[in-house]
C-alpha cells in the first residue's frame, strides 16, 4: 500500500529531477516556446517540497492536492494550472484514505490525466504532456515501470508532430522536429514514480 510517505517522496524525487533537469527543459522550449518550462518546473516544485515540509500532510490525497496547489499558485506559464490539476484531481480520486492500493492510484492518476486533456483542451498527438502522460496512465495498470516505459516513448514520439495547442502551436510546421518540453517533464514526473516505487519494492 502506497501512504502519505510514499507521495512524498514522489514529490521530492520529482523536485529534484526538475532542479537538475530544468536547464534541458528551458533548452527544448527555447526551441519551440518561451524558454521558461525548465524555470517553471524548477520552481514549482521547490514550493511543493517546501510546502509538504511545512505542512506535514497526512494522506495521499491530501499531498497531492497540497502540491497541485502550490504548482497553481507559484508557475506563471501553462503547465502550472495544467501539472496543479493533474495533481489535484488526482488528490482528490484518492479521497482520505491513509492508505492507496496501486490500483485505486492508477484510476486516480487515469481521472486526473482526463482532467489535464479537459482543461487544455488538447488530445493525443497535439504534441504536449498528454502524450506522455496519456499512455502512461494506461500502463500504470500494468507496472511502475511500464508507466516510465510508456512516457519515454511517449515523450520522444512528439519529436515528428507538429504542435496544435499551447505556444508551440503558433510555430506552425516549424514546431516539427523538436520533442515537447512539457512532454518530457511528464516524463521526469513518472520516472520519479517508479524510481520510488523500486526503492519501496512496489512492483505493481
Ligand atoms: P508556457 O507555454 O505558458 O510558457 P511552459 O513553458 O511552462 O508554459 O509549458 C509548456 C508546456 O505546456 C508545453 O510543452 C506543453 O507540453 C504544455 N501545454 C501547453 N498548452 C497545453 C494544453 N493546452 N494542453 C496540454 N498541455 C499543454
Ligand atoms: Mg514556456
Same mark, same amino acid.
Given at each position: 500500500?502506497?501512504?502519505?510517505?510514499?507521495?512524498?517522496?514522489?514529490?521530492?524525487?520529482?523536485?529534484?529531477?526538475?532542479?537538475?533537469?530544468?536547464?534541458?527543459? %528551458?533548452?527544448?522550449?527555447?526551441?519551440?516556446?518561451?524558454?521558461?518550462?525548465?524555470?517553471?518546473?524548477?520552481?514549482?516544485?521547490?514550493?511543493?517540497?517546501?510546502?509538504?515540509?511545512?505542512?506535514?500532510?497526512?494522506?495521499?490525497?491530501?499531498?497531492?492536492?497540497?502540491?497541485?496547489?502550490?504548482?497553481?499558485? %507559484?508557475?506563471?506559464?501553462?503547465?502550472? *494550472?495544467?501539472?496543479?490539476?493533474?495533481?489535484?484531481?488526482?488528490?482528490?480520486?484518492?479521497?482520505?484514505?491513509?492508505?492507496?492500493?496501486?490500483?485505486?492510484?492508477?484510476?486516480?492518476?487515469?481521472?486526473?490525466?482526463?482532467?489535464?486533456?479537459?482543461?487544455?483542451?488538447?488530445?493525443?498527438?497535439?504534441?504536449?504532456?498528454?502524450?506522455?502522460?496519456?499512455?502512461?496512465?494506461?500502463?500504470?495498470?500494468?507496472?511502475?515501470?511500464?508507466?516510465?516505459?510508456?512516457?519515454?516513448?511517449?515523450?520522444?514520439?512528439?519529436? *515528428?508532430?507538429?504542435?496544435?495547442?499551447?505556444?508551440?502551436?503558433?510555430?506552425?510546421?516549424?514546431?516539427?522536429?523538436? *520533442?515537447?518540453?512539457?512532454?518530457?517533464?511528464?516524463?521526469?514526473?513518472?520516472?520519479?514514480?517508479?524510481?520510488?516505487?523500486?526503492?519501496?519494492?512496489?512492483?505493481?
Amino acid at each position: 500500500m502506497l501512504d502519505a510517505d510514499f507521495f512524498c517522496r514522489w514529490m521530492t524525487v520529482a523536485a529534484n529531477a526538475m532542479e537538475r533537469q530544468a536547464e534541458f527543459l %528551458t533548452e527544448l522550449d527555447s526551441a519551440i516556446g518561451d524558454a521558461d518550462h525548465g524555470t517553471n518546473m524548477r520552481r514549482g516544485f521547490a514550493a511543493v517540497t517546501a510546502a509538504l515540509d511545512k505542512e506535514a500532510p497526512q494522506t495521499p490525497g491530501a499531498v497531492l492536492a497540497l502540491a497541485g496547489k502550490q504548482l497553481i499558485s %507559484t508557475v506563471g506559464g501553462a503547465s502550472g *494550472p495544467l501539472y496543479g490539476t493533474l495533481l489535484r484531481r488526482t488528490g482528490k480520486e484518492l479521497g482520505d484514505a491513509p492508505a492507496v492500493s496501486a490500483e485505486e492510484l492508477t484510476q486516480a492518476f487515469t481521472a486526473g490525466v482526463e482532467a489535464v486533456a479537459r482543461l487544455g483542451g488538447a488530445a493525443a498527438g497535439d504534441k504536449t504532456m498528454l502524450d506522455a502522460l496519456l499512455p502512461a496512465a494506461e500502463a500504470l495498470g500494468m507496472s511502475f515501470d511500464a508507466a516510465e516505459y510508456a512516457a519515454r516513448s511517449g515523450a520522444l514520439a512528439t519529436v *515528428p508532430l507538429q504542435a496544435r495547442k499551447g505556444r508551440a502551436s503558433y510555430l506552425g510546421e516549424r514546431s516539427i522536429g523538436h *520533442p515537447d518540453p512539457g512532454a518530457m517533464s511528464a516524463l521526469f514526473l513518472v520516472a520519479a514514480l517508479a524510481a520510488v516505487a523500486a526503492a519501496e519494492g512496489e512492483g505493481a
